[in-house]
């Protein structure tokens, strides 16, 4: 498990208030609070430490090459490069990686942590934007160019966030590989189809383009063919993902093998000519299935901003537990959310309630088919696995939801701000009595 420590970087001032200021980042993370208090940059710095620890690990980069320059780079494709102040201080503990920033020392380390080098998966990273409503113009938007009154040409597609443009990678991959026949959304009977370069959307019988589907199915369709796709890729038997590496990558693992035994290396080629057929029983396939682990993703980090924007209640219920049953596949995948929703954060309360009547309930069926049709089994999440955290946009602190009967407590920012309208209106009712008859 990682955890991270944030001081007086943009929004976030004091940071966690316990243990240290050190937050653990669990198989399933939950950042609620305000606009500006922090949430999607507290996720960004778990994203971007996150692929540090990736790249440090499978030989990318070397320890030596990461300095300040170098993370403050990184923090712009981030969006994040305003928010250093003279006394920053971050830190992040990997699965095998330790990394720290302070500003006041001008001082950044990165290394790998060797005795803990054994037990890393290496996980496919995925940062979903609030933005991502713009990827169903995207692709007509990269075509575009528009001349200024001086005669300059001006490429559209470089207003396009990064982080925009990074999501819209995985998009298409995942449209060109789900989308083809139909690719079911989990709400309102539809479906959104991929063909001849067009995307469109089929909603009870109905045809019609996805740039004028409704905003809620522009916003969940990148969200959930992504995750979709993602989450099956890495579930993949590694022979099997080989199939698909990149010329470049797939170099790289020749060079690294041959190091190691050059026959390896030759095994290697041969699986990715011809398939895994040309293993034999005599081949140390665990072996090279280790190797090429450290190569070849296995795991996935969801990072997901706002899943409940533009959405009904009900359709936020089955997107989560979507997102819930994708991280679920593997142990070592995690997933990381900002909301506003305080529906988001009680429908996490059912699945981790879900998952304590199931096992109250042993070998009986019918209680379990009861539960199952609140919340589906693959979607169940034990309490242990959860860390809700909440960020305040005033003091810039923030603090762990805490637990009551098993369960996250309902005294969090979110319902409260829900429960504020019922005072709100015994204020006006009272008001309304002052008016007499």
Known sequence: MS??????????????????????????????????????????????????????????????QLNVEVFKNLCVQQE???????????????????FEYDESKKYFKGEIVTERHKNYILPKIQYVSAARNLLTILYSISLQNIIDKAGNIIDMSSNIPFMVRDLNIEYMKAMERLAKKGYALPINDTSVYYQNHNTFVVSKGKRISMSAASSGVQ???????????????????????????????????????????ESLSNKFKQI?????????????????????????????????????????????????????????????????VTTHSPYIINYLMLAIKALEIEQKAGDNKDIKSK?????????LIPLQSVAIYELDEKTGNISCLENTMGLPSNENYLNNELGETNTLFSNLMEIEDLCGE
């Open 371 to 379: 539960i199952y049709e609140i919340v589906p089994e693959k979607a």
């Open 3 to 64: 955890r991270i420590k944030i001081k007086n970087f943009g929004p976030i001032h004091g940071g966690f208030i316990e243990n240290d200021g050190w937050m653990d980042v669990k198989k399933v993370t939950m950042l609620i609070g305000d606009q500006g208090s922090g949430k999607s940059t507290m996720a960004k710095l778990v994203s971007l430490f996150s692929w540090m620890e990736k790249s440090l690990v499978s030989d990318k980069i070397s320890g030596e």
């Open 219 to 261: 916003s969940i369709t990148p969200l959930l063919i992504v995750s979709s796709y993602l989450s099956g890729e890495v579930q993949k038997d590694i022979f099997e993902k080989i199939q698909n590496i990149d010329t470049n990558l797939k170099n790289r693992i020749e060079q690294e093998l041959s190091k190691e035994s």
């Open 272 to 336: 990715y000519s011809f398939g895994k057929g040309v293993l034999k029983e005599s081949d140390n396939v665990s072996f090279l299935e280790k190797k090429l682990k450290s190569f070849i993703p296995s795991s996935f980090i969801n990072i997901v901003e706002e899943p409940e924007q533009n959405l009904f209640p009900s359709s936020q219920q089955k997107v989560l537990y979507s997102l819930l049953e994708h991280n679920n596949a593997i142990d070592s995948n995690k997933l990381i």
């Open 80 to 98: 994040i490069y305003e928010y250093f102040s003279e006394d920053t201080i971050l830190a992040y503990e990997g699965d095998v990686c330790n």
